[in-house]
C-alpha cells in the first residue's frame, strides 16, 4: 500500500485514466464490430453508414492514444475496402 500523499494521488490518476481508456478502447472495438457484421451480413446500404462513424472512432482513438496513427491506418483502409467491394458486387 502507498505510503506518501504523492503516491495516494498516483494512485487514483492511474485508476481514473485507466477507466478513461478502457472505455475509449471498448467504443472503438464496438463500432469496428458493428461495421464487420454489417459485412458479414452483406448489407452494403447499413456497411456504408456505418463507414463513416468508425473511421471518425478510430480517429479520435489515434488522438487519445488509443491506437497507433498507422494501425489506424491500416484498420480504416481495409474497411473502406471491404465496403467498396461489397458496394461494387451489389451494384
Known amino acids: 500500500m502507498a505510503n506518501t500523499a504523492s503516491a ?3 494512485i487514483r490518476q492511474t485508476k481514473r485514466r485507466d477507466a478513461r481508456n478502457q472505455r475509449n478502447a471498448s467504443r472503438l472495438k464496438t463500432e469496428v464490430r458493428k461495421l464487420k457484421k454489417a459485412l458479414e ?3 452494403a446500404a447499413s456497411a456504408k453508414d456505418l ?3 468508425t ?3 478510430l480517429d479520435k482513438s489515434v488522438q487519445k492514444g488509443v491506437l497507433k496513427k498507422n ?3 491500416r484498420i480504416k483502409s481495409r474497411l473502406t ?3 467498396r467491394s461489397l458496394a461494387s458486387a451489389k451494384a
Open 8 to 10: 495516494i494521488k498516483r
Open 71 to 73: 494501425t489506424a491506418s
Open 55 to 57: 473511421i471518425s472512432v
Open 81 to 83: 475496402r471491404r465496403v
Open 41 to 43: 451480413t452483406s448489407d
Open 51 to 53: 463507414l463513416k462513424p
